[in-house]
């Protein structure tokens, strides 16, 4: 179990450590102050020995707590000094802190119904939690929330914190009079908090409101920011006139690429290429989930922005088969252990089907792919690139400047790289893997090494002994990946690829690989794509977690427009999905396609032209039109009607057909079904029941069954849903029952739950006479 500094000191942003255990870029100490994500509050990013940590995650039995790193450089029993952003840390903290505060005065000033709802999320930019709300958002009662919580932090109220007596692993906060569970970290005093502001966020479903906090001072640079692209280290590509900020994010990368004159690094003027090429790659090593995806959607994206731009572009896409195999997937035969550490183009391919390891996945990853991507991607494979000598010549050239290379990455690392380092790993020519040669010297260009145990985390790659020579320029081997990316830019003339944003830090293998490209090779740093991962409930997406979500699984539920189209929105907003949550991405995505076709208007003409270039750039071979059925009332209505054509005729009825995309209704019908059927939480299931049970009947007042009586005579008339939501007011004066007991009334005795769809169009869509017939049985 690893010791959580965090909650012994919350401020403790410094300490020293030993390595328990590794496995690929997963490392776990046995004490840390970096937060694992939970409970709503985003893990901690920062430093382990100069390499960056790119996430802080939990195990799956919670004991452990797994520090992913970009390039681990230690092994389990190393002792490393570990270092967190703290800047990021305490601004999560406040947040963290104020969104239980914020919390208390929402159901003080709404209601005690007023309650959030689990999978929030609090980073250092924002707290975005979702509350149940059973009626429209006032907001001017939102402000009055705000004001109390600014009130109630300028009274400087001491935090308090503790572990449960008998279950240390349960915690508690209290401030004032506000007491809760909480297992996050928080500041010791409002007083560090600041003032806060409090907005209405995006849709978030029936039913339900999503208010976002921000610190004051964020809030401020927020909207300064929030439409320019990312640029820290690439802040000197200059951007246009003010109008630039209405451009979508992909045209202004497409503009930064083209109008760039100078080297980043240097001053070397850029001469303009005859040719644009965009890069995209994945490694085959790990697990095809729909994250895999965005690397190339996005690159497609600024593939595309080029070309609209009107430039000449093109799009590749490189497979990194050179990685070893770490460990033994499930489905793989456990005597695939005798192949860790070989790189997975040299081992035979599990199923049978394809040459190689490599091959097979590669044919897998393009049977998803093209489903998801308007162009047909150029392939490349680097273990072919070396075999074939194109890599020669940037071997060469990586080779003879060996000093400057290790001259750049020494200035981002505690440690400097040990005498003897080499940027070129050798394949072992025994055994054939490539993580277990030690290198032990060089001699007329030549390296020579020992095959030794390479220990992961669960493997361990064992070493032949053997004792050999390597010859670069034969390419039986690769460059380490801080100098083969920059060599990559350079032989496919690459002049933008995007990265995760763990890569935006300047001691990252990006920017390390930029400034040997510039320095070293003499060739301009690609403009970076950088973007946010996508989170699964608010929790980093990870095979050990068992949260993957896999394209196969999306496109039972999902169209690859959809993925497009949240891939496609702002590069570094965190955001995270849930299935729970696909009905409001439907209906974002809806509300752009009726703006892209003038049905809607945006809140002005810049917010107008994003969303229209946003929803362009989320189609596949043509736009789709508006689709008048929205995903959640697809998803009540494959719940009460036995066959599509039923469903047909209903809408027809209600208005909600047009023949034009009849294919495309029945494709949501189908795609709502699979949701409800795998996917939806217990509240969205309907059954309509035949009659009303003596156990609902039981939890019914005189008042209640009078209403339904009431109502069961008034569906006997023809009324649309209008006309049949003035019948429910009429009935609620005349009974005088309240509202809330009418409707908790209606859906009991329909579907056997206290809340359900909008019950007007519920009812129609269910069928007047089929409801009646229910509700006269109570």
Same mark, same amino acid.
């Given at each position: 179990?690893?010791?959580?500094?965090?909650?012994?000191?919350?401020?403790?942003?410094?300490?020293?450590?030993?390595?328990?255990?590794?496995?690929?870029?997963?490392?776990?100490?046995?004490?840390?102050?970096?937060?694992?994500?939970?409970?709503?509050?985003?893990?901690?990013?920062? %430093?382990?020995? =100069?390499?960056?940590?790119?996430?802080?995650?939990?195990?799956?039995?919670?004991?452990?707590?797994?520090?992913?790193?970009?390039?681990?450089?230690?092994?389990?029993?190393? !002792?490393?000094?570990?270092?967190?952003?703290?800047?990021?840390?305490?601004?999560?903290?406040?947040?963290?802190?104020?969104?239980?505060?914020?919390?208390?005065?929402?159901?003080?000033?709404?209601?005690?119904?007023?309650?959030?709802?689990?999978?929030?999320?609090?980073?250092?930019?924002? /707290?975005?939690?979702? $509350?149940?709300?059973?009626?429209?958002?006032?907001?001017?009662?939102? !402000?009055?929330?705000?004001?109390?919580?600014?009130?109630?932090?300028?009274?400087?109220?001491?935090?308090?914190?503790?572990?449960?007596?008998?279950?240390?692993?349960?915690?508690?906060?209290?401030?004032?009079?506000?007491?809760?569970?909480?297992?996050?970290?928080?500041?010791?005093?409002?007083?560090?908090?600041?003032?806060?502001?409090?907005?209405?966020?995006?849709?978030?479903?029936?039913?339900?409101?999503?208010?976002?906090?921000?610190?004051? /001072?964020?809030?401020?640079?927020?909207?300064?920011? !929030?439409?320019?692209?990312?640029?820290?280290?690439?802040?000197?590509?200059?951007?246009?006139?003010?109008?630039?900020?209405?451009?979508?994010?992909?045209?202004?990368?497409?503009?930064?690429?083209?109008?760039?004159?100078?080297?980043?690094?240097?001053?070397?003027?850029?001469?303009?290429?005859?040719?644009?090429?965009?890069?995209?790659?994945?490694?085959?090593?790990?697990?095809?989930?729909?994250?895999?995806?965005?690397?190339?959607?996005?690159?497609?994206?600024?593939?595309?922005?080029?070309?609209?731009?009107?430039?000449?572009?093109?799009?590749?896409?490189?497979?990194?088969?050179? /990685?070893?195999?770490?460990?033994?997937?499930?489905?793989?035969? !456990?005597?695939?252990?005798?192949?860790?550490?070989?790189?997975?183009?040299?081992?035979?391919?599990?199923? =049978?089907?394809?040459?190689?390891?490599?091959?097979?996945?590669?044919?897998?990853?393009? *049977?998803?792919?093209?489903?998801?991507?308007?162009?047909?991607? %150029?392939?490349?494979?680097?273990?072919?690139?070396?075999?074939?000598?194109?890599?020669?010549?940037?071997?060469?050239?990586?080779?003879?400047?060996?000093?400057?290379?290790?001259?750049?990455?020494?200035?981002?690392?505690?440690?400097?790289?040990?005498?003897?380092?080499?940027?070129?790993?050798?394949?072992? &020519?025994?055994?054939?893997?490539?993580?277990?040669?030690?290198?032990?010297?060089?001699?007329?260009?030549?390296?020579?090494?020992?095959?030794?145990?390479?220990?992961?985390?669960?493997?361990?790659?064992?070493?032949?002994? $053997? *004792?050999?020579?390597?010859?670069?320029?034969? =390419?039986? =081997?690769?460059?380490?990946?801080?100098?083969?990316?920059?060599?990559?830019?350079?032989?496919?003339?690459?002049?933008?690829?995007?990265?995760?944003?763990?890569?935006?830090?300047?001691?990252?293998?990006?920017?390390?690989?930029?400034?040997?490209?510039?320095?070293?090779?003499?060739?301009?740093?690609?403009?970076?794509?950088?973007?946010?991962?996508?989170?699964?409930?608010?929790?980093?997406?990870?095979?050990?977690?068992?949260? #993957?979500?896999?394209?196969?699984?999306?496109?039972?539920?999902?169209?690859?427009?959809?993925?497009?189209?949240?891939?496609?929105?702002?590069?570094?907003?965190?955001?995270?999905?849930?299935?729970?949550?696909?009905? #409001?991405?439907?209906?974002?995505?809806?509300?752009?396609?009726?703006?892209?076709?003038?049905?809607?208007?945006?809140?002005?003409?810049? %917010? &107008?032209?994003?969303?229209?270039?946003?929803?362009?750039?989320?189609?596949?071979?043509?736009?789709?039109?508006?689709?008048?059925?929205?995903?959640?009332?697809?998803?009540?209505?494959?719940?009460?009607?036995?066959? /599509?054509?039923?469903?047909?005729?209903?809408?027809?009825?209600?208005?909600?057909?047009?023949?034009?995309?009849?294919?495309?209704?029945?494709?949501?019908?189908?795609?709502?079904?699979?949701?409800?059927?795998?996917?939806?939480?217990?509240?969205?299931?309907?059954?309509?029941? %035949?009659?009303?049970?003596?156990?609902?009947?039981?939890?019914?007042?005189?008042?209640?069954?009078?209403?339904?009586?009431?109502?069961?005579?008034?569906?006997?008339?023809?009324?649309?849903?209008?006309?049949?939501?003035?019948?429910?007011?009429?009935?609620?004066?005349?009974?005088?029952?309240?509202?809330?007991?009418?409707?908790?009334?209606?859906?009991?005795?329909?579907?056997?739950?206290?809340?359900?769809?909008?019950?007007?169009?519920?009812?129609?869509?269910?069928?007047?006479?089929?409801?009646?017939?229910?509700?006269?049985?109570?």
């Amino acid at each position: 179990m690893t010791a959580k500094l965090f909650y012994q000191n919350p401020y403790q942003a410094e300490f020293e450590a030993k390595v328990v255990e590794i496995s690929g870029s997963n490392v776990v100490l046995d004490q840390t102050c970096f937060f694992p994500q939970g409970g709503g509050q985003v893990g901690d990013t920062g %430093e382990l020995n =100069g390499v960056r940590v790119i996430d802080t995650i939990k195990s799956e039995d919670k004991k452990k707590i797994i520090h992913v790193l970009e390039k681990p450089a230690f092994k389990a029993g190393d !002792k490393v000094k570990g270092k967190i952003d703290w800047e990021r840390r305490y601004k999560t903290m406040k947040l963290h802190s104020v969104s239980h505060i914020v919390m208390y005065f929402m159901k003080e000033v709404f209601g005690d119904w007023c309650t959030a709802l689990p999978a929030a999320l609090v980073d250092d930019k924002k /707290d975005r939690s979702t $509350y149940n709300f059973k009626e429209p958002l006032n907001m001017e009662k939102l !402000k009055l929330v705000e004001k109390k919580t600014n009130d109630f932090i300028a009274k400087n109220v001491d935090v308090k914190t503790w572990a449960d007596a008998k279950n240390p692993d349960y915690r508690y906060w209290k401030c004032g009079d506000i007491e809760l569970p909480c297992g996050g970290t928080s500041v010791k005093n409002t007083k560090e908090i600041g003032r806060i502001i409090i907005e209405k966020g995006k849709k978030a479903g029936t039913g339900k409101e999503k208010i976002e906090t921000m610190l004051a /001072d964020n809030a401020k640079v927020e909207v300064v920011q !929030k439409t320019e692209p990312v640029k820290k280290e690439s802040a000197k590509i200059k951007k246009d006139a003010e109008g630039e900020k209405s451009l979508f994010w992909a045209d202004q990368i497409a503009q930064q690429i083209i109008t760039r004159k100078k080297f980043h690094f240097t001053d070397d003027a850029i001469n303009p290429p005859k040719e644009y090429v965009v890069k995209t790659s994945a490694s085959l090593s790990g697990v095809l989930h729909i994250g895999r995806l965005s690397d190339t959607i996005r690159g497609e994206s600024v593939y595309r922005a080029l070309k609209d731009a009107g430039v000449k572009a093109r799009i590749i896409w490189v497979a990194e088969d050179m /990685d070893p195999l770490r460990k033994v997937p499930e489905g793989v035969p !456990k005597n695939y252990v005798d192949y860790i550490g070989t790189p997975v183009t040299d081992i035979p391919d599990p199923h =049978g089907c394809h040459k190689s390891y490599a091959d097979h996945h590669v044919a897998e990853y393009f *049977e998803v792919i093209d489903q998801f991507v308007n162009e047909k991607l %150029e392939k490349f494979s680097m273990r072919a690139e070396y075999k074939k000598g194109n890599f020669k010549p940037y071997i060469k050239q990586i080779l003879e400047h060996a000093k400057e290379v290790i001259e750049i990455q020494n200035k981002f690392r505690e440690k400097p790289l040990a005498d003897g380092w080499s940027p070129w790993t050798p394949i072992c &020519e025994n055994c054939g893997k490539i993580i277990t040669p030690k290198i032990t010297g060089f001699k007329d260009g030549k390296i020579y090494y020992k095959c030794q145990d390479y220990a992961f985390e669960k493997y361990t790659a064992k070493g032949c002994g $053997y *004792e050999g020579v390597n010859d670069p320029m034969k =390419g039986n =081997g690769k460059l380490m990946w801080k100098s083969e990316w920059a060599t990559q830019w350079v032989r496919w003339n690459v002049c933008s690829e995007g990265a995760g944003k763990e890569y935006e830090s300047k001691n990252s293998a990006f920017w390390i690989n930029a400034e040997i490209a510039e320095k070293v090779m003499k060739y301009p740093m690609p403009v970076p794509i950088f973007y946010e991962h996508l989170m699964i409930d608010g929790v980093k997406m990870s095979a050990s977690l068992g949260n #993957v979500i896999y394209p196969r699984d999306w496109l039972l539920a999902g169209t690859p427009q959809l993925l497009r189209f949240l891939y496609n929105k702002k590069l570094m907003k965190t955001r995270s999905f849930s299935w729970k949550e696909l009905p #409001v991405l439907y209906d974002d995505y809806d509300e752009h396609a009726q703006i892209y076709f003038g049905l809607k208007k945006a809140g002005n003409e810049k %917010e &107008e032209a994003h969303a229209k270039r946003l929803y362009e750039m989320s189609q596949l071979k043509g736009i789709q039109k508006p689709i008048p059925v929205r995903f959640s009332y697809a998803a009540e209505l494959v719940q009460v009607f036995r066959t /599509d054509a039923d469903i047909i005729e209903s809408l027809k009825s209600t208005g909600h057909y047009n023949k034009e995309v009849h294919n495309e209704i029945v494709q949501r019908l189908n795609l709502a079904r699979n949701w409800i059927e795998k996917y939806a939480p217990e509240e969205v299931k309907i059954k309509v029941a %035949e009659k009303v049970s003596p156990e609902i009947k039981a939890k019914l007042s005189p008042a209640q069954i009078s209403a339904l009586k009431m109502l069961a005579s008034v569906l006997e008339k023809k009324l649309n849903e209008t006309e049949l939501s003035e019948e429910f007011k009429r009935i609620i004066a005349e009974t005088k029952v309240s509202p809330q007991d009418f409707y908790k009334a209606c859906y009991l005795a329909i579907i056997g739950k206290e809340r359900g769809p909008k019950l007007a169009g519920f009812i129609i869509a269910v069928g007047k006479e089929r409801v009646a017939k229910v509700l006269k049985s109570v």
